[in-house]
């Protein structure tokens, strides 16, 4: 039986209260041993509430822990390269939230010092661990839908408070970043492609300058063409449709998956425009942070290759750093 991993938590970001340390204290790879604010009585009350033996003041502390043997890291952005690579060097493997770096040249850093280290780094598209999109990459795989030749997305949702740390460009905030590198991400998941060519329009704050709204078309190498949109401005939605030559599939809840209820994707052969002929497709109950953590558990045993390698998140960068540069001068990028 494998080694049960002790996980340390860097900063209180609610995202590891709310949704990651909760999911990780049902997994049975691994023990929440750790966690560190900037204030050590902050770590010491999340520490107390969440039942987490250790508490750090500093950042540097919990790194230096000779008993931590895997850091998940979601700091804010501009914070994720540093303290991680800080984290190899202590030996420690690393789960990062994404974005892992702000640009594909600044992700190769972290390359080099996970080759040094002999560690492993993971961003957390915690989406690639989900049954329902393994599901959907296998139906894409089977030709279900005949051949794909068409995905649509869309991410959004609304936050314009100035203090919030994803509406801060200076640090890295904007949507592209925060939702839109799911939709690029899924769609190089399933088809397995990278894009060659590369659209975009970014509209941004006036007064935070970060981007709010933007649009982008992908053209991947077999001639799919995904169209998405995200935004931290608009009514919360999220929605993925791919479509082939003989159906389509819908993914209901493609991000934001709840661990309490069923997730559905629906596939129709387009013979009814009405829905009779489209089929749900569910799957039981899980928490895909859960799933996220046991499969890199497994990667750092050498049990399975990780479902997210590092050189699969500089690539998912190198489209980010052209959807930029599309947007900032009006014309085709090719990758």
């Known amino acids: 039986m494998s080694k049960v991993l002790n996980w340390g938590i860097l900063s209180s970001a609610k995202i590891a209260r709310v949704h990651v340390i909760p999911a990780l204290q049902k997994s049975t790879s691994l023990k929440v041993a750790a966690i560190a604010s900037r204030s050590e ?3 010491q009350e999340i520490a107390k509430s969440l039942n987490i033996s250790s508490a750090y003041g500093s950042y540097e502390q919990l790194i230096g822990d000779p008993n931590i043997d895997v850091i998940y890291n979601p ?8 303290l991680t690579i800080a984290a190899l060097q202590a030996g420690k493997h690393v789960l990062c939230e994404k974005p ?24 957390a598209f915690m989406v690639r661990s989900n049954p329902q999109w393994q599901w959907v990459r296998e139906q894409i795989n089977n030709q279900r839908i005949g051949k794909l030749c068409a995905i ?6 609304f936050n314009n408070d100035a203090n919030n740390i994803r509406n801060q460009a200076d640090i890295g905030g904007g ?4 939702i839109g590198c799911y939709l690029i991400n899924t769609s190089r998941f399933v088809t397995g ?10 509209d941004r704050d006036p007064d935070m300058k970060t981007d709010r709204l933007a649009s982008a078309i992908m053209v ?12 931290t401005q608009l009514a919360a939605y999220q929605r993925v449709s791919l479509l082939g030559s003989t159906g389509r599939i819908e993914v209901q809840i493609p991000f934001n998956a709840p661990n309490d209820s069923e997730n559905l994707v629906s596939i129709d052969d387009g013979s009814d425009l009405s829905g009779a002929s489209l089929q749900r497709q569910s799957f039981p109950v899980s928490d895909q942070y859960q799933l996220q953590a046991d499969n890199f558990c497994a990667a ?16 998912n960068l190198k489209v980010i750093d052209a959807i930029f540069s599309a947007a900032k001068t009006g014309q085709w990028v090719e990758l």
């Open 220 to 231: 991947f190498p077999s001639g799919v063409q995904m169209t998405w949109l995200c935004s």
């Open 41 to 43: 009585g902050a770590a």
């Open 100 to 123: 892992l770096a702000l640009t594909a040249s600044e992700a190769q850093q972290l390359l080099a010092a996970s080759q040094q280290s002999g560690k492993l780094v993971e961003e």
């Open 193 to 202: 492609e990278e894009p060659c060519r590369i659209a975009a329009v970014i």
């Open 300 to 315: 750092i045993h050498g049990e399975r290759p990780q479902l997210n390698p590092l050189d699969d998140s500089i690539a």
């Open 175 to 178: 949507g592209i970043y925060d």
């Open 152 to 157: 649509q997305g869309a991410f959004s949702y």
């Open 75 to 82: 700091l804010p952005n501009h914070l994720h390269v540093p």
